[in-house]
RNA sequence: GCUCUGGUAGCUCAGUGGUAGAGCGCUUCCUUGGUAAGGAAGAGGUCGAGGGUUCAAUUCCCUCCCAGAGCUCCA
């Protein structure tokens, strides 16, 4: 016979005797009045539940609020209940889709007629604010699969989910108000517990993410506890507006497009130019130190290196068409790494020779659909900064702890955080499971022998090994893809790698691909983004500006910018116009230095420098100085 | 590729069934400036392309092209 209390243990480790089936509200109004009206939800054995789910037996149980992070989906889950509560009020024919949270809040797909316009936004909005002000309880209710099919008859979406429940499986509805709704929960306990929301845009989307099936109007919003929380989130999203790389790339004539030329195809402005040389200048400087070696090999080769490499077999549909010469086949190369092993190739390898490290600005071109293009940020040709190394089983973690060294060094000059995730062996993978532990092993204690958080991407990896991914947090603390190094099995067995070992046998050598800023294309398109086009010295396009302040000054004015420009610095006289005008030019050209020459300055032989953003501030020095600062601060490249 | 929205001057955008406008930019002239816009004049448009309706189409309809927001996918 069942006792007639049970033994509720609290996070501090303290436990409660409470009657059975009491719920976590009663168990937050035993620990106070407080909890009790702050109580969202609770976790019960590791189970997010409801409120008023009763407790049948010991459990350990945690109250949430709205400051546990758990909180937030939840809150933005229930928003969603209301959003489509509030889409059936004013369109009851409107069918209903899923929906959920997602990272930055909250969407739902409906069955409708017509695309939502934005005038019936703010009427579901308004609407939405009604249903909180009515305070509905979200009611949760267990049924049968017969008696769910009774309930959601009108609901042919959600009676296609039903259908693809098991037997056994517990299905629960929620009721809100005049809304219910086949969803698994938690939910806050009423709708009046949803203060600051927003719904944000409307778009097509496939039910279930099919594009073979019907496309429902998709709704999305966001949702906060508080109104600050939520206008900063607003704020954020204007700020990642004002950032936006296309429109910042034609403001300061960075990059641009030409459909003469074709969708998703890069043409890079002298500006934009000036960034990618430094960029490639450093890291080849960088990886020269490292112990790479530059190669170089072909854009467009013979299909055949494709039907070895495997490429043609998995990723043909990313690939350019073939072009027919003297009766061969073509294609543009999707990857570079099929070129290197062939330059590995060419000699019989040492076990001495090993590692060897080959390095390519290799442009690739990639046949994407036309609805995914984006900006830099997503294209049809780009440039990788790619490297092969091709090593023994025994010197993988070595290789891998010398690529964190060169991670590190590249982002820390960008001034950009990152995690990293490891991802696994995949179910259907390549190579023996020694191996992959091996790998896997390998990857893990380097992560660990610094002392690095990782998470891990379980059976994340791809068929022919582990990998490491960095992610970039940038200014304003979006993510971004950053590096990656990938262990392959693969190639080195279907293009039979081998190298000459100590004992005088054949042996395949390992293969680890690596990327540091992956495209150039898309880590300058992030670059934009993350200076907000305000560049550091050592990428600015222009680096100082002069201005003389009259036209009696030019000629020493002139004189700066030649100096300046024999010691390398990118500088150019502006002598047209006002004073105030240039400045106010120079300013939103984002120019890191202007550098005015007036009478005094002429005089004198110094410049009043004065630095971007810094309004009225100037400051007044000899210009050999001005010139080995800005020296010294391309030089260190400092972040500026 | 699919759904929706859009395409008017170099850029951002207004507008109309009777062959078109603003601001910025550009050119020229005046102004010779001291830290975020001195003044004036001027040039610049096949109103994305093709077809249809109409006395008349940039405007209404159809097809296509291109772009954007999503979906799906990725460096």
Known sequence: MNAP????????????????????RDVAERIGPGLARAALAAEVNGEMVDLDRELEEDAALRILTQRDDEALPLLRHSTAHVLATAVRELHPEARIGFGPAIEEGFYYDFGVEEPFTPEDLSAIERKMAEVVESDHPFERRVVTKEEARELFSDDPLKLERLEEFEDEEVISVYRDGPFLDLCLGPHVPSTGRIGHFRLLSAAGAYWRGDERREMLQRIYGTAFFSGNDLDAHLKRLEEAKRRDHRVLGRELDL???????????????????????????????????????????????????????????????????????????????????????????????????????????????????????HGMLRVRGFTQDDAHVFCTEEQVSDEVRRLFDLVDEMLATFG?????????????????????????????????ARGLEYELDEGGGAFYGPKLDFQLIDAIGRKWQGPTVQLDFNLPERFGLEYVGDDNERHRPVMLHRVLVGSMERFIGGL?????????????????????????????????????????????????????????EAE???????????????????????????????????????????TEEVRSRARG
């Open 5 to 24: 209390t049970i033994a509720i243990t609290l996070p501090d480790g303290t436990t409660l005797e409470v009657p059975r089936g009491s719920t976590p």
């Open 255 to 373: 990059f641009t497009m030409d459909s003469r030329v074709g969708s998703g195809l890069i043409l890079w402005q002298p500006a934009g130019s000036v960034i990618r040389r430094e960029i490639e200048d450093f890291e080849q400087e960088l990886i020269l130190r490292h112990g790479y070696e530059i190669v170089y090999t072909p854009h467009v080769v013979s299909e055949k290196l494709f039907e070895i490499s495997g490429h043609l077999e998995n990723f043909a549909e990313n690939m350019f068409g073939a072009m027919e010469v003297e009766g061969g086949r073509f294609r543009p190369k999707p990857m570079n790494c099929p070129g290197h092993i062939c330059i590995y190739q060419a000699a019989q390898r040492s076990y001495r020779e090993l590692p060897i490290r080959y390095a390519e600005f290799g442009t690739v071109y990639r046949y994407e659909r036309s609805g995914v293009l």
């Open 416 to 448: 950009y955080p990152y995690t990293i995730a490891l991802a696994t062996r995949p179910e259907k993978s390549l190579g023996s499971e020694e191996q992959w532990d091996r790998a896997e092993g390998d990857l893990r204690s380097v992560l660990e």
């Open 528 to 584: 934009i983004e993350h200076y907000a086009g305000a560049f550091p010295l050592w990428l600015a396009p222009e680096q100082v500006r002069i201005l003389p302040v009259s036209e009696q000054w030019t000629e020493s004015a002139q004189e700066l910018v030649t100096s300046l420009t024999e010691a390398g610095i990118r500088a150019r006289l502006e002598d047209r116009d006002t004073l105030g005008y240039r400045i106010r």
């Open 588 to 630: 939103t050209r984002k120019v890191p230095y202007m550098g005015v020459i007036g009478e005094r300055e002429a005089g004198d032989g110094t410049v009043a420098v004065r630095r971007r953003g810094g309004g009225k501030k100037q400051d007044v020095m000899p210009r050999g100085e001005f010139i080995e600062r800005l």
